[in-house]
């Protein structure tokens, strides 16, 4: 059973989003801007109302037109603003819009995100027409072919050949729009339906790019104080201690005064630089190989036939 997902315009009002996850639908994506002179008017009340779900993608997408790429990805951006939560696409299907002016709007979408995965929306029968070009640049093809009548997204579907996710353009088919009659609650009259086949966790890492983005220095120290202050162990036994469990932040602050409570009792008993030798002192030098690196029993026989510690 894939995941179902909407993608959605002005023409679809201002869907009642929780209503829409209710449906059990797991991603969208909404039209933000159309050439370097159109913004949705409903885009931010699609924006606010998806990321307030849960277990669900929110997406946004650009209806490209022929002309310069860069400068539409920069008009995308200044109107859609952060996007890093956001899976983004590329619609490229009309008005002139083609592979080299798509591939100069995913550079310029890329250097100005730090690599911001981007799906393209480049439907087969498009690319038939634009002569089969190369699309490498995207980052996985969103293809449309539809099915007939009307209906839920799992009705639908069940008419969906296998074949048409068949791979075209040198990237393989991640999302398939296979039809523009879907009928979802929270969203007034029909609406294009999509298809992901495989999990969530795989859509995400695919269109937020997570697998291979890096943790910033701020999330890293934002995991590291959640665990370092939350997170809990038994209490050692014979603890007197009224909690039953300690904070990890308690054993390790714990654990290194015992060992430095070890060190000065040895530092005591022994200078600096004897304590090794007396605990090496009673041991043979077969005993002493054993527990070693091979590489370094020869050092060690040396040492010892120069009188060294376990010698005879």
């Known amino acids: 059973m894939p995941l179902y997902g909407v993608d959605v315009a002005s023409y679809q009002g201002r869907p009642s989003w929780p209503r829409v996850r209710e449906a059990g639908i797991r991603f969208a994506f909404s039209k933000v801007t159309e050439g370097t002179g159109y913004t949705n008017p409903t ?71 730090g690599g911001h995965p981007v799906i393209g929306y480049f439907p087969r029968w498009y690319w ?41 353009g040198g990237e393989p088919v991640s999302l398939l729009q296979f039809s523009s009659s879907g009928r979802v609650p929270g969203i007034s009259g029909d609406c294009d339906v999509n298809a992901y086949r495989g ?17 910033s220095d701020e999330d890293l120290r934002k995991i590291r104080d959640i665990v370092w202050n939350t997170d809990t162990a038994p209490a050692p036994s014979g603890s007197a201690a009224d909690n039953p469990t300690w904070r990890h932040v308690n054993i390790v602050r714990d654990t290194y005064t015992s060992v430095q409570e070890v060190k000065a009792a ?34 060690v026989a040396a040492l010892l036939s120069a009188g060294g510690p376990g010698g005879a």
């Open 266 to 299: 040895l530092a005591r008993q022994a200078p600096d630089g004897e304590v090794a030798r007396a605990a090496l002192a009673g041991l043979t030098a077969e005993q002493i190989a054993e527990a070693i690196p091979p590489e370094l029993a020869e050092r």
């Open 43 to 113: 885009w931010a009340h699609n924006r606010s109302e998806m990321l307030e779900l849960d277990g669900f993608l929110p997406g946004a997408y650009h209806f490209l037109h022929g002309g310069k790429g860069a400068a539409q990805a920069r008009y995308f951006l200044e109107k859609a603003g952060d996007v890093s939560q956001f899976a983004v696409a590329l619609d490229v299907e009309a008005s002139g819009a083609n592979a080299s002016t798509a591939e100069d709007w995913v550079r310029e979408f890329k250097e100005r995100t």
């Open 199 to 215: 999990t969530f966790e795989e859509l995400r890492a695919l269109a937020l790019g997570e697998e291979d983005m890096p943790l």
């Open 128 to 168: 038939d027409g634009q002569g089969r070009p190369d699309l490498g640049f995207f980052d996985t093809i969103w293809q449309s072919h539809y099915v007939n009548g009307s209906g839920s997204p799992s009705a639908l579907y069940a008419k969906v050949p296998a074949s048409w996710w068949a791979s075209f």
